[in-house]
């Protein structure tokens, strides 16, 4: 897979650019530390913070009991495991509610045409 398809990929899952491209980084090399990821990848230490917090909440990475500072990427087929089956969560939370939200979407109409 390209860098790009890669990218494109991840955005398409809901990740900031930031996000993906920290991913890649330690998808492709490996455990790092936090310092080295921010050096190799060029960003300020608040951006690398916020998206490695990201990426361990959405379960993509994950630190080191032993070293806080040290990072590691989930494997990707993990990541897109895990992403369908929220996907499918989420399908069956908004159709098991379908009729409430068609319900309160025809009442928002309703309301709106008497008051034209």
Same mark, same amino acid.
């Given at each position: 897979?390209? @860098?790009? +398809?890669? +990218?494109? &990929?991840? #955005? ?8 993906? #491209?920290?991913?890649? %980084?330690? *998808?492709?090399?490996? !455990?790092?530390?936090? %310092?080295?990821?921010? &050096?190799? @990848?060029? +960003?300020? =230490? %608040? ?7 990201? +990426?361990?909440t959405r379960g993509?990475?994950?630190?080191? !009991? /032993?070293? $806080?500072?040290?990072? &590691?990427? &989930? !494997? ?9 089956k929220a996907t499918e969560e989420?399908? #069956? *939370?908004?159709?098991? $509610? #379908?009729? /409430? ?5 025809? $009442?928002? =109409?309703?309301?709106?045409?008497? =008051?034209?």
């Amino acid at each position: 897979m390209s @860098l790009k +398809l890669a +990218l494109k &990929v991840l #955005r398409d899952l809901g990740l900031q650019e930031t996000d993906a #491209r920290v991913y890649i %980084y330690l *998808a492709k090399k490996g !455990p790092h530390k936090q %310092y080295d990821l921010a &050096v190799a @990848l060029k +960003l300020a =230490n %608040y951006q690398l913070c916020a998206s490695l917090e990201s +990426l361990v909440t959405r379960g993509m990475v994950k630190d080191f !009991p /032993e070293d $806080s500072s040290k990072y &590691v990427a &989930v !494997p990707f087929e993990k990541v897109l495991d895990e992403f369908m089956k929220a996907t499918e969560e989420q399908a #069956r *939370a908004l159709q098991a $509610s #379908r009729k /409430e939200l068609l319900s309160a979407w025809r $009442s928002i =109409n309703e309301k709106d045409s008497s =008051n034209s």
